[in-house]
């Protein structure tokens, strides 16, 4: 088992070619036109450079598109190493698209090598690869446990992130404490009742 503790939130890596570009002056057009919609000059002083900020911000905050998972995924090394391997306390930020507000939370993410093993930082950038996309909780927690499987060979994955949604916060319920907690097991953590309370143990242990 090995068990580490992920870095604190880092850029994403630059885009791979071939994948969709984001397009800036597009973006800026439509961050001017938004303010015009909700009743703002956006030609006040204040907001003459708001257009250009928001609109780099979404291309960080989208940097995820550019980029696919399996590039990280890729750099494995043979080991016969066949016990569980976990990172727990990755930390992301990720955007729900259903209301385009952060939701930020940890990720805990363990898998059982068959024959592939990748670096611990792999995982993370797996993790914040499919964050930086528009999502939903239950969509970004199978991506990075099915990419796991496919590009890792692995006997089984799980996945349990918890996050907070700012789109509960601020709006709708207003609910400011509630937590979401999503799992995904796949594999021999799916079918195997003794490894996957053996892997759900490790994830929850503080
Ligand atoms: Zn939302």
Redesign the pocket.
Known sequence: MAVNTANPLQAPEPATDGRPRFDLERAKAAVRELLIAVGEDPDREGLLDTPKRVAKMYRELFAGLEQDPADHLARTFDEQYDEIVILRDIQFSST?E??L?PFIGTAHVAYLPSSKVVGLSKLARTVRTFARRPQVQERLTAQVADALMEHLDAAGAMVVIESQ?M??KVRGVNDPESTMVTSVVRGVFRDNYAARSEAMSLLNRR
Do not use: I, Y
């Open positions: 729900c259903h209301h507000l949604h789109c509960m």
